[in-house]
């Protein structure tokens, strides 16, 4: 099984609420990272975490919240978001310290900001 | 992370081989050359990966020549389905595997 697996698949929020993005893999992956991907353009990376522990934050803005709450499971919870921050949001894996360790990404969770 | 510089577009009659170079020439002597693309709106998938040798796996083969300053991924017998962006990333595999996405090559493949 090398599935990454996001929810919800799309999603609209106004800019004063508050949802959360879900990413889930079952692979023993020990990393886990998030990307924003807005159209026309390359995935950018936004956060790593290896063994559950947050090791790369890109500068993102904190109305952006990450979480590993286990080696399985990656949140990502979303407030008081712009509109700017409508893009496609993609989670992906990797088993760290392994030379030939590959990274699988899941479908995304398109997000829309109204 | 090494550069890599990849042409924006290239096009492909159904059938042939597809050949998309990559050039990564900053790359150090413990980066790995990735190959991902991406089918319009899904998420990237591996395609390859190599370090000094070429590669080959049922997708496509890998070509990186021997001062490791460029690659070539070939998709020996493109068909429309091969149609998305290509990407080529070098990385480090340390901690961690992060990958940095470049503008990548958008391959158009032709009935």
């Known amino acids: 099984d090398t599935e990454v697996t996001q929810t919800p698949k799309h999603l609209v929020m106004g800019m004063t609420n508050k949802k959360s993005l879900k990413c889930e893999q079952h692979m023993g992956h020990r990393a886990m990272y998030w990307y924003k991907q807005k159209a026309k353009k390359p995935p950018e990376l936004m956060f790593v975490y290896s063994y559950e522990k947050l090791s790369i934050n890109e500068s993102v803005p904190s109305r952006f919240s990450p979480e590993c709450p286990n080696s399985s499971l990656l949140n990502l919870h979303l407030h008081a978001l712009q509109p700017e921050d409508s893009a496609l949001y993609l989670c992906?894996?990797?088993?760290?310290?392994?030379?030939?360790?590959?990274?699988?990404f899941g479908q995304g969770t398109r997000l829309t900001v109204v | 992370d090494a550069k890599t510089t990849q042409p924006t577009s290239m096009d492909c009659a159904e059938g042939r081989a597809a050949n998309l170079p990559c050039n990564h020439s900053t790359i150090s002597g413990n980066e790995y050359v990735y190959w991902y693309r991406q089918i319009h709106s899904q998420g990237p998938q591996y395609i390859i990966h190599?370090?000094?040798n070429n590669e080959t796996n049922e997708m496509a083969s890998l070509i990186i020549t021997e001062d490791r300053k460029s690659s070539t991924l070939i998709l020996p017998h493109a068909t429309l389905r091969d149609t998305a962006v290509y990407y080529c990333?070098?990385?480090?595999?340390?901690?961690?595997?992060?990958?940095?996405f470049g503008a990548g090559t958008r391959l158009a493949v032709h009935p």
């Open positions: 990333i070098v990385s480090y595999l340390g901690g961690y595997n992060k990958l940095i």
């Open positions: 190599g370090l000094k």
């Open positions: 992906a894996s990797s088993q760290p310290r392994n030379p030939k360790g590959i990274a699988f």
